[in-house]
């Protein structure tokens, strides 16, 4: 199983690879003495992964002090990848030590957010593929009242996987949607609740203050629940996936993190730098556009997918 999953790294992270770890690679051939400049380059080289500034600084000057204390090195290119692997290794392990989610509550209730066009729906859609495959009965609700088209775009992912729904007229209250859909989980006997919300930007205080008001809710509904706050970030925005997961953290208490379009984008080194700012688990990674392209996140595999 996890060779599997290590292939579908291996797939998804092939631009990563090009644009992070080859160049690092070609930048070693040319100058194997490891120099101050050699390691400016791959400063500059992590920094334009996306792998962040403070987690890069902090990796280079490790790199700068192993190579001042004059330990002897045969081969400079498998000395430094296996010197970045461990190192990248140290930061994501933090991130994997609460995945896969845990379902300990019947109904399980997972409040999924995010900005418009990182792909909530489709992710939601994917995880309820997942559960049902597990044998567990899952519910939707649509919460994105302000979009029919999100609406009708979650009942085709119901109909597809099997799952139950609660939907309201477009415009609705988001939140009453929300409470309906777990009583209804109740009387039904549903394992897993996913509640969709609007697409929303992290900047806009007042649509921030309509996802307080929806957890309030679920919690009246379910003394306790959101069980789970999945925050849905697109990998391909880089550095402005990790703002945003600042700011709904500190806004709606997120408890995990869905990366999306990882296979899309060259700065797949995100993943490293949401892992050393916040300490928040990556629950699952979308490598791909068909229902099963969505994998529990796991460090070991993601790192020798990322390096071999």
């Not at 690092?24 to 792998?51: K, M, N, S, Y």
């Amino acid at each position: 199983m996890l060779g599997k999953l290590i292939d579908k790294f291996r797939k998804g992270l092939t631009k990563t690879r090009e644009g992070m770890v080859q160049k690092i690679r070609a930048v070693i051939r040319r100058r194997p003495e490891l120099d101050e400049e050699t390691l400016e380059e791959i400063e500059e080289i992590l920094i334009q992964a996306d792998v962040g500034v403070c987690p890069t600084l902090r990796i280079i000057d490790h790199l700068r002090a192993r190579v001042a204390s004059g330990e002897p090195v045969e081969d400079a290119e498998t000395a430094v990848q296996e010197f970045l692997e461990e190192e990248i290794r140290k930061i994501l392990m933090p991130a994997d030590d609460a995945a896969p989610i845990a379902i300990t509550t019947k109904p399980h209730v997972i409040l999924v957010v995010g900005v418009n066009g990182t792909g909530k729906t489709t992710t939601i859609g994917k995880m309820a593929h997942k559960f049902r495959r597990e044998g567990k009965k899952v519910l939707f609700a649509a919460g994105d009242t302000f979009r029919a088209a999100a609406i009708d775009q979650l009942g085709i992912w119901a109909e597809r996987t099997g799952a139950d729904m609660v939907r309201h007229q477009p415009g609705a209250d988001a939140a009453s949607v929300a409470f309906d859909a777990i009583r209804a989980a109740r009387v039904r006997d549903i394992d897993i609740v996913l509640i969709d919300t609007a697409g929303r930007l992290h900047t806009k205080v007042n649509l921030m203050e309509e996802v307080k008001k929806i957890r309030r809710v679920i919690d009246k509904a379910m003394p306790g629940a959101p069980h789970e706050t999945l925050l849905v970030l697109d990998a391909t925005t880089g550095q402005n996936a990790v703002i945003q997961a600042k700011q709904f953290h500190s806004a709606v208490e997120v408890t995990g993190l869905v990366l999306a379009k990882l296979d899309g984008t060259a700065k797949g080194g995100v993943v490293i730098a949401i892992a050393d700012e916040l300490d928040l688990p990556v629950r699952f990674v979308g490598m791909g556009e068909s229902a099963e392209d969505l994998d529990d996140f796991d460090a070991e595999s993601f790192v020798k997918a990322l390096f071999e």
